[in-house]
């Protein structure tokens, strides 16, 4: 009979076409993991070594007759050599004198005595004389202790603090990393990634450079322009409003052809995602936006439109396979029937 052999044969057959569809799927799947190896190389941080080097930075506080100091707030990274000049253009004789607690604001109906009677319980910083028509300079350094410090600056000549002179060395920590991300535009309107990964990074302000390049046979103008507010979804429909009122972080041209990358840098200060799009027109309603991950993780698979992309080569793979598939249990089913029936049938007939 032949009805009952072809069974077995057509389950051998399938058997066989299984294994090698499991076989041909191999070298996809692994291409496949290429190319996702390779997108997330694009959107992860490349660390690069900081490139400041500690110069001294220097700052002019001047006084006249008013109880006042001039500038009221001096902005300085820790592990800076700070360089103060000290002026007086009046007649009067005026103290520069720093406090040493960074998170304590000096009441001001404090007395002359309560004022002295703090800076002998804490020694200031710098405590330095300015003479009438005086100048005179002053080194500091201030250290990594003092990063996220308001240390209070105050003339100690009695009443002059109570009359409003004062200001604030506001400390802040320099750039603790280097980030660096290569993006492609493409005329897809994607950016590729459409993912940037920098949920690692937790000590802030970092600094981040964008390479921004343009996909291969891609022509177009774009651009890659970053919103500066965290976990802000930008709209394709007022986004000219938005960025006319809030300077993005940084704007940059994709260059004219593919190949060489332009570049921006800019600072995050801390955790969020941060929307990135492209401002040529029709561009960000077309779907050409991504985000960058600062300190919190990526969401999961599947969301932003990198997944197209990733859903594409899901497809083609999937669609490689099957017609591979289909064609080896074709020639298997046929190469299952061709031994010569002569024989067989001649063996049951
Ligand atoms: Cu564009």
Not at 44 to 65: F, K, M
């Amino acid at each position: 009979m032949y009805r009952p052999r072809t069974v077995p044969r057509r389950a051998l057959a399938l058997v066989v076409a299984g294994a090698l569809l499991l076989l041909a799927a191999q070298p996809i799947s692994a291409a496949y993991g290429t190319a996702v190896g390779a997108y997330e190389a694009m959107g992860q941080p490349h660390l690069l070594p900081d490139a400041t080097a500690a110069a001294p930075v220097n700052v002019t506080v001047s006084t006249n007759d008013s109880p006042a100091f001039a500038p009221s707030t001096i902005a300085v990274l820790s592990g800076e050599n700070l360089s103060i000049t000290l002026v007086n253009h009046g007649s009067y004789a005026h103290t520069f004198t720093l406090s040493s607690n960074g998170s304590y604001v000096l009441p001001k109906n404090w007395t002359p005595q309560q004022l002295d009677a703090f800076f002998q319980a804490q020694p200031p910083l710098l405590n330095v004389s300015m003479p009438a028509n005086s100048s005179s300079v002053v080194n500091l350094t201030v250290n990594a202790s003092m990063a996220g410090g308001h240390f209070e600056y105050v003339s100690v000549v009695p009443y002059q603090f109570q009359a409003g002179m004062a200001g604030f060395l506001n400390v802040t920590p320099p750039v603790q990393q280097h980030l660096e991300f290569y993006v492609n535009a493409s005329d897809t309107f994607r950016f590729l990634p459409s993912q940037l990964n920098a949920s690692a990074s937790l000590q802030y302000p970092i600094s981040v450079t964008v390479e921004l390049g343009l996909a291969s046979g891609s022509a177009f103008s774009h651009t890659f322009t970053l919103s500066p507010l965290p976990n802000y979804n930008l709209s394709s429909a007022n986004y000219t409003t938005f960025f006319s009122q809030h300077a993005p972080l940084v704007s940059i041209d994709a260059p004219a052809t593919s190949g060489p990358f332009t570049n921006g840098t800019f600072v995050i200060d801390g955790p969020g995602y941060y929307e990135y799009i492209c401002e040529i027109t029709g561009h960000f309603a077309d779907g050409m936006f991504g985000f960058l991950y600062v300190g919190v993780p990526l969401p999961a698979l599947p969301t932003a439109p990198s997944t197209a992309i990733v859903d594409e080569w899901l497809l083609i793979g999937g669609a490689v396979v099957l017609g591979i598939g289909a064609i080896l249990a074709a020639v298997v089913a046929f190469v299952g029937r061709f031994p010569p029936p002569a024989a067989k049938s001649g063996g049951h007939s």
